[in-house]
Each structure stands twice: as C-alpha cells, then as structure tokens.
C-alpha cells in the first residue's frame, strides 16, 4: 500500500529535549516535505527537499532542521525544542514538482508533538 | 509577500445545498492550484486541482473555477453530503521558488442534516 508514515504520532517532551520525528514514504517520490498546522494558520511549510541531499527553507524554518540521506526518509529535528513549537506536525511526499506534471501531496497521519 | 487568501474560516450549509471555498493568490506565475480536504484525525488529501490553461474542472459533485485575472481560485461543492463536513485547503507554489507550497488558512465546512 502506497503510503507516508509518521514515528511517533503523539510526543510530549520538555523544553530543550533534542527530539527526532521520523517520514518514510514507499512511493519513490524526489519531492518531500515537512508542515505544522496551528489553529488558524493553516499548513505551513517548515522545510522540503527536492531529492537526496537537496533540502532547503520552507516559510518557517526556525528551530527546525531535516536531512536527506535516502530518498526514502525525511527526519524533522527540533535539537532544542521550545513551547512555541507545540504543533502538529505532517510530512508529505510527491513526484517533483514540473510543469505539467500533477503535484499531489501525499501526507503521513500526523504527529502530535507537546512542548512543556 | 507570498500568500493565499482563504475565505470564509467557517462555513454552514444545510444538507443538499451547495459550498462555495474562495481563494486569492499574489503571484501572478503560479500555475498550479490544488485544493485538499482534511478529515478529523488525518492528513490531508488530494480532492482536485487545476492548471492555469484551464478555467474549471469538474469531478462529479465538486468543480474548481479560476479566474486568472483576477487571481482567484474556488472550490464548489453541490448536492453536500454529511461526509463533506472536513477541513478544506487550498495551496499555490510559491513564487521565490516553485518547490516551495503556500497553503490557505483552511475553511471549516459544516453539513447541517
């Protein structure tokens, strides 16, 4: 079954706690990328990747970082974790994104992530 | 900036009625627009999107409009249904790079029995 999955999906960690969520996906999509949904705000993009080692900003990267070592993963790193960065946090894969091409997101089911 | 503008943040209609999701982009080069539903628990999925050389798009009960000019994009559902009550996004690429995906605030669609 085609699909992106999320480890874990619920984390309630302290202040300062370096955490790693971890993404996989099966559908050898180039294209990954990492979002937290907040009341309000939507999904914003944190940070994606275009392939193996080529990563790069989404909208708010700040106290996040992300590597790409194999096509198929995609870790989301908070190494000093803060309350603001309590979220719920999604990854999504996709064939890359080219003109003429459709560009469906196919998103994992979420991690929960609490910063006290 | 960068943005989409989604309107309204809620929304009610009575079973059978049509929806109607509207949103607004700044970056007159985008040329995919793409519109998710998300259910309760989950994350979001795919429902239909369309390019910029094509003024709407329909899939049986839901049909997306653009309005190039006006930079303006909408997502029509009819005949709603129960299992239409989600949360909707709409999303453009980003203009400082195509990689980059903008996503509306999100519009929480209610179906009233």
């Known amino acids: 079954e085609a699909q992106v999955t999320q480890n874990p999906r619920y984390l309630i960690t302290v202040t300062g706690k370096k955490l790693t969520v971890t993404c996989s996906q099966n559908?050898?999509?180039?294209?990954m990328s990492w979002y937290r949904q907040d009341p309000g705000l939507g999904l914003r993009q944190i940070y994606y990747?275009?392939?193996?080692?080529?990563?790069d900003k989404g909208d708010v990267p700040e106290g996040y970082k992300v590597s790409r070592k194999e096509k198929r993963n995609f870790p989301l790193i908070l190494e000093s974790p803060s309350p603001n960065q309590t979220s719920l946090y999604f990854c999504?894969?996709?064939?890359?994104?080219?003109?003429?091409?459709?560009?469906?997101?196919?998103f994992g089911p979420g991690t929960r992530l609490t910063v006290t | 900036g960068e943005n989409v503008e989604q309107h309204p943040s809620t929304l009610s209609v009575q079973e059978g009625d049509s929806a109607v999701i509207k949103c607004t982009y700044s970056d007159s080069a985008s040329n995919y627009f793409p519109w998710y539903k998300q259910e309760l628990g989950k994350g979001p999925q795919l429902i239909i999107d369309i390019r910029s050389n094509v003024g709407e798009k329909k899939d049986q009960r839901i049909a997306v409009t653009l309005n190039k000019t006006a930079k303006h994009f909408s997502l029509h559902i009819t005949e709603t249904q129960p299992e239409d009550s989600a949360v909707y996004f709409c999303a453009a690429p980003g203009y400082s790079s195509a990689s980059k995906i903008i996503f509306g605030s999100g519009t929480r669609l209610s179906i009233r029995p």
């Open positions: 999504a894969s996709s064939h890359y994104y080219t003109s003429g091409s459709r560009y469906e997101q196919y």
């Open positions: 990747s275009m392939n193996v080692e080529v990563t």
């Open positions: 559908m050898n999509h180039e294209y």
